[in-house]
């Protein structure tokens, strides 16, 4: 039997803390529940989560409310604000997704078949989570999952296929891509369109496993991360940057700012791009928000893997 530690700190807008240690039991032949502070929390209106270093982050959009997890990563808010998933690693190094509830204070381990399991993001309506998921087989795959654990669906690929960093093209469809290509797919799991990367944005962009795809609520633009332009020396790489790809004209418009390194694009239903981005000499990311146009204002002074709530 596996121990896991979760730590939480609330913080009050007063400046006055309240510190509380839980501890998760993670056994996958048991419901695990733990208290995750004193008072309610749907009251204290999250809007957005996010990582800081080896802690998350829920906090209201003007930051004056928030509460932090140490020893867990990756947190998805979901879009009314009352539930955070994140992830969890135990000391073998297998990682698996958790959901807090913050009304009732209570915490369910999502159930996949797999050891390692990880970035959750959820539907616009809230009801359900995609993940990626190492097989058997070693190969990583996508599934879909309720928010209450039931109904895990396995999205349709070829066996020898690994799929990355799924999202939600609307609430009855969801993306992911192989590097290659971009694929679509129902919620029962059923593929449903294939794209070629290079036809869709040119040879110019390096995709990664971690690059998403996000299309705007009227399905007409597609928004993305990707490496593009020269090296930078002190990345040893090409640095990340967050576009825009207009679906009628395959136009493409750059979103984050030249000479940023722009990671962990999350767009929200209401078509608010959040990002982190670190500038020279790339040691630290801010989280950014900005509007279809390209208005951007800094949310947090430091941070990534941001997710948002609807307005």
Known sequence: MIKLN???VVIAVTGLGLFLACNANNDRQQKTSAVLDTVSLSSKSFALAYQDG???VA???DTMKQISFGGA?????SPDGNKLAYTVTDSAGNKS???ADMESKS???LQADSKDYDHAMWSPD???IAFNFLDKQHIWKVGIIKADNTGFILLDSKPADSLFSPSWKNETELVAHDLKNLYTFNKTGKLTDTKKITDCFGPDYQFLSSSRFFYTSDGRKLIFNARYGKPVEELHHQAEAVFILEADSKKVSRISPEGMNALDVFVTADNRIFFSGAEKPFSQSKIYVSDLKGNIKTVVDKGTY???TLK
């Open 6 to 8: 979760l730590y939480l």
């Open 54 to 56: 080896s802690k998350i």
């Open 59 to 61: 906090t209201s959009i």
């Open 73 to 77: 990563t990756h947190p998805a808010i």
């Open 97 to 99: 997704i958790w959901i």
């Open 107 to 109: 915490q369910l381990q």
């Open 126 to 128: 809230g009801r359900t």
């Open 306 to 308: 941001p997710t948002a």
